[in-house]
C-alpha cells in the first residue's frame, strides 16, 4: 500500500516522545519506507520484469494517519506476475535528473548495470526497459548512486561481493548489463546493498552501519561492514555467513545500525519485532545465532529494517511548529 499526508500532521516532539501512529496495517504487513517529499517530486518505481515507471507524489493518494493507503499494484499498468519491489524518491538535487547520478540496477542471477539518471527522465504511463533480462532472471535490487559508492551483492548460498561501483560502466536502459557476482546455477542473489561513499581518497567511510544476514531457518547475525574487503566485480565472493544444514539457504541481508528495530517473517505469516541491538556483531565466517524461533515445516522468508522510526524528531520543543513554510512538503509511505 502506499500513500502521502502532509507533513504538518507530524507535530515535533520532544525526545523519547511516544510518537504518532503513521499509517493503518494489516497484522502482516508494516513500513517498508518513509520519505520526506514535495509534491512535484517524482518516483521511480521498478518492477522485478525490470521495467521502472513514474510516479508525481501529488498522484500518491492523500490519506489520514489511521488510513492504508491504496495498493501500489493499482497505480500502474503491470503485467500477471509482475510486482514492484523498488521504489527510488528523486528529492532534493535528485529532482532535476542531475547527469554525474546514476541508477544501480541488479538481478536474481548475478547482473548488474549502471545507468545514467537522466536516461529516466522522459515518463511514459506505460512505463519503460530499465534493464533487459534473460528467460527467469528478475531484478532484485535498484538504487541512486553518485560514482562515490561500493556495491554489495549477497547470494542465497552465503556469499557475498564487495566492488567499486566505477567497475561497471554505464548502459543504456535496453542493455543487459555485465557480470556483477559469479555463482551457481542453483543459486540466485537476494540483495543488493550500497556502502557509504568513499571519503575523497579512496578509503571507505564505515560509518555505524553494519550487515544483517538472515536465513531461513531462522539464524542471523549482524557483522561490521568492514569485514567485507572490495574486490573485483564478478568473483565467487566471500563468505558472509555459514551456510550449513542447521541454516538453511541466506533469505535477506540488509544494511542496519543499533538504533535500528527489523520485522522477520516466516512463510506462514507469523512476524517478529526485534532491535538490532539485541543481534550480537559476529564475524563473516560464523554460522550466527537465533533470530527467531520456528514453528515446525515453516521458513524465514523475509527480514526488513523497519522504517517508520525515520520520522522521530530528537531534542525539539513539543509545541514546536512541524510545517517548514513549504506547503507541498508531503511524508510518503509505501
Not at 533480462?133 to 562515490?148: N, P, Q, R, S, Y
Not at 542496519?256 to 563473516?284: F, H, Q
Amino acid at each position: 500500500y502506499i500513500k502521502s499526508q502532509p507533513l504538518s500532521e507530524y507535530r515535533a516532539q520532544k525526545r523519547g516522545g511516544r510518537g504518532k501512529q503513521a499509517t493503518a496495517t494489516k497484522e502482516d504487513d508494516w513500513i517498508d519506507q518513509l520519505f520526506i517529499a514535495n509534491t512535484h517530486d517524482y518516483l521511480l518505481c521498478f518492477s522485478n520484469r525490470g521495467r521502472m515507471y513514474w510516479l508525481k507524489v501529488w498522484e500518491v493518494p492523500s490519506g489520514s494517519r489511521n488510513s492504508r493507503g491504496r495498493p501500489i499494484v493499482n497505480m500502474f499498468p503491470l503485467q500477471e506476475g509482475e510486482k514492484i519491489n523498488v521504489v527510488l524518491p528523486l528529492t532534493g538535487d535528485n529532482r532535476t535528473f542531475p547527469e554525474d547520478h546514476y541508477v544501480f540496477m541488479a538481478t536474481s542471477m548475478g547482473t548488474v548495470k549502471k545507468t545514467a539518471l537522466t536516461e529516466f527522465s522522459n515518463p511514459r504511463k506505460a512505463g519503460i526497459i530499465a534493464v533487459g533480462l534473460d528467460e527467469g532472471d528478475f531484478l532484485i535490487g535498484a538504487a541512486l548512486t553518485d560514482g562515490k559508492h561500493d556495491v554489495m551483492l549477497f547470494s542465497d548460498g552465503g556469499k557475498a561481493v564487495r566492488f567499486d561501483e566505477n567497475d561497471v560502466r554505464p548502459m543504456g536502459r535496453n542493455a543487459r548489463g555485465v557480470r556483477g557476482m559469479n555463482i551457481d546455477d542453483t543459486q540466485s542473489v537476494i540483495a543488493m546493498l550500497v556502502a557509504e561513499a568513499d571519503d575523497g581518497t579512496g578509503n571507505v567511510v564505515e560509518g555505524s552501519q553494519s550487515v544483517l544476514t538472515a536465513t531461513e531457518n531462522g539464524y542471523g547475525k549482524r557483522t561490521a561492514i568492514s569485514e567485507y574487503t572490495r574486490h573485483g566485480r564478478g568473483t565467487k565472493g566471500m563468505i558472509a555467513i555459514q551456510q550449513s544444514e542447521r541454516n538453511g539457504k541466506v533469505v535477506a541481508a540488509t544494511l542496519v545500525a543499533a538504533e535500528d528495530e527489523i520485522m522477520l517473517i516466516t512463510d506462514k505469516g507469523v512476524l517478529v519485532r526485534t532491535r538490532v541491538a539485541e543481534i550480537r556483531e559476529m564475524g563473516r565466517a560464523t554460522q550466527g545465532v537465533t533470530l527467531m524461533a520456528l514453528d515446525e515445516g515453516a521458513k524465514l522468508i523475509g527480514l526488513q529494517r523497519i522504517a517508520e522510526n525515520d520520522a522521530a524528531g530528537a531534542d525539539v520543543e513539543e509545541d514546536a511548529d512541524a510545517e517548514s513554510g513549504e506547503a507541498p512538503d508531503t511524508s510518503t509511505e509505501q
